[in-house]
């Protein structure tokens, strides 16, 4: 992936300058990104590539998520007034979650089984919260609703297994939410869901984006990309 978008006026938010990301297998090295570079305000911007194209690499490599084989450097890679290349893990185990979140594609992986989901968005905050159940259980069902759930009270109880794959993703968006982040990183949120299920999440992440949160969305479908986004 290569790419070069205009800069924002003011102190953008996320500034990423010659970001490259290689994988390196033995003698073998993919190059997966190439020198990409983009600057991101208080605004909703899209990330638009076709599959492969090393748009999931670029999210993954802004919070360290990357897997061990891969080498990242970039000329620049500043969020708000932290130097994300060089931040310490626990460093950037407060900034994971709390100051940007990531909307990963597929829920089934990123929920735990055994855990009620209710628990789950209520943990996300208890994290950066630590001691405050009670006040976190209240925050989790107030997400539930604002993600749009149905009967919160009662599918706060549910586990993984008992909801379905749209719900699956508006409980990650719940708690990827709850922490109230500077930054929402959304990686194809409807690409690991049943077709009838795209509908539920797209009109959610509409309304995210339509009540002024700050995200970047990892796409590649432009239509949707036309829809959400300020710029692309
Ligand atoms: P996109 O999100 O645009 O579909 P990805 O960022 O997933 O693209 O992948 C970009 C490139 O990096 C692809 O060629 C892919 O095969 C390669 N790649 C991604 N993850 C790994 C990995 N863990 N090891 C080796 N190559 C990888």
New binding site residues.
Partial sequence: ?TSSIPVVNNAPLLDVRDLCVD?V?GSAV?H??RGVSFQLGHEKLAIV??????????GRALLQLH?K??RVSASRMQFADLDLQHLSEAQMRGVRGKRISMIMQDPKYSLNPVVCVGKQIAEAWLTHHPGRKDEAKARALEMLEVVRIRQPERVYQLYPHEISGGQGQRIMIAMMLITDPELIIA??PTSALDPEMVGEVLDLMRDLAKDGMTMAV?T?EMGFAREVADRV
């Fill in positions: 992936m994988f297998n993919t997966a990104v590539g076709e599959s492969g194209s090393g748009k999931s690499t670029v897997p084989k891969a990686d194809e990892v590649h």
